[in-house]
């Protein structure tokens, strides 16, 4: 069965420090990820997605994320982190016949001054 | 302006009472989804849509109608809400012919509280 593990519930960062959040991922086939952030009471936007080809990806507002087959992971990292970075951020899967999706639990991000 | 828009924002009802939760999208999106957060457990899939009156369920479908008459509409129905169906509410929708594969755009969520 497919699902995605986000290790890290909360995460405090200085601004301007570099970041990286967490995703492990179960999947039995090639698997389709994604990233998308939930700023506060707001709906969720893409950040970046990996569906094959250079297993480094770039996004929006400076984020990359990186594929590990070998380690069934797809972390989010951002050089240098801004305030208004400050949201929750989810991994989500897509299974191969495009229908169903799976999100993570969700890392929320605290950036402080 | 390209949007997702779910109504109501926020409801209160009691158990059992029948409710229903608009979605509606203007980018002729034939992908269309129902995800509920719930602390902890990030979001799931209740239900999609790849098409009119083509719908199925995802992960968490029970308790919960859908139908889908029309491209840009796609209600949630709760015909007897119970208390652990208090949740927030997102409804998506999706570019063509890749479904959920290619970029979800997600309404503003409906905050729903059955008492």
């Known amino acids: 069965a497919q699902s995605v593990t986000q290790p890290d519930i909360h995460i405090t960062v200085s601004e301007g420090a570099s970041l990286e959040l967490r995703c492990n991922y179960s999947?039995?086939?090639?698997?389709?990820l994604f990233w998308y952030v939930q700023s506060p009471g707001q709906g969720l936007q893409l950040l970046l997605k990996y569906f094959s080809g250079d297993t480094l990806v770039q996004g929006i507002k400076g984020f990359e994320a990186e594929f590990k087959r070998s380690q069934s992971s797809f972390n989010l990292r951002k050089p240098s982190v801004h305030w208004s970075d400050a949201a929750e951020y989810f991994c989500a899967v897509g299974a191969n016949n495009f229908n169903k999706f799976y999100f993570g639990s969700g890392t929320k991000l605290n950036v402080k001054p | 302006e390209a949007q997702v828009t779910q109504n109501p924002r926020y409801l209160i009802t009691v158990t059992g009472k029948k409710l229903t939760v608009t979605c509606s999208q203007n980018m002729n999106h034939e992908y269309m989804s129902w995800y509920r957060q719930d602390p902890g457990l990030g979001l799931r899939q209740i239900y999609y849509s790849m098409n009119v009156e083509v719908t199925d369920k995802g992960d968490v479908p029970e308790g919960y109608k859908v139908s889908r008459k029309e491209k840009r509409n796609f209600p949630l129905i709760l015909e007897s809400p119970s208390p652990n169906q208090t949740s927030l509410y997102f409804c998506?929708?999706?570019?063509?012919?890749?479904?959920?594969?290619?970029?979800?755009?997600f309404g503003p969520g409906t905050r729903l509280l059955v008492l």
């Open positions: 999947y039995g086939a090639t698997p389709y």
């Open positions: 998506a929708s999706s570019e063509p012919r890749g479904g959920p594969l290619e970029t979800q755009y």
